[in-house]
């Protein structure tokens, strides 16, 4: 079992940015591909970006338009989600998921972390 934990989430202006973080709580033995998927008030979750087991294959959701980009760290199955030029339709909470494929359905990946909440009001 694999628990992940996101940080870094927060009120920001539009036009704003925030780094998001995602760190398993314990040693993990295998290395996972991760995503960032997102939920609104009222809607379904629905994905953001994934990164692959190497780091060298990402891909996003049509929305980001080159505003977020996704990178892993030097920990394993650590992920990040830089977000820039936010606006208020991204105000979500944002969750960080681990799976042995990517993916941009969330059924696929079996481990998630609490979620973190990005608020972009002005």
């Known amino acids: 079992q694999v628990q992940l934990v996101e940080s870094g989430g927060g009120l920001v202006q539009p036009g704003g940015s925030l780094r998001l973080s995602c760190a398993p709580s314990g040693s993990t033995d295998s290395t996972y591909a991760m995503g960032w998927f997102r939920q609104a008030p009222g809607k379904e979750r629905e994905f953001v970006a994934y990164?692959?087991?190497?780091?060298?294959?990402?891909s996003y959701a049509n929305f980001v338009k080159g505003r977020f980009t996704i990178s892993r760290g030097n920990g394993k199955n650590t992920v990040y989600l830089q977000l820039n030029n936010l606006n208020p339709e991204d105000t979500a909470v944002y969750y960080c998921?681990?799976?042995?494929?990517?993916?941009?359905?969330?059924?696929?990946?079996?481990?998630w972390g609490q979620g973190t909440q990005v608020t972009v009001s002005s």
């Open positions: 990164v692959n087991h190497s780091g060298g294959s990402v």
């Open positions: 998921a681990a799976g042995p494929v990517t993916g941009v359905i969330a059924n696929g990946y079996p481990y």
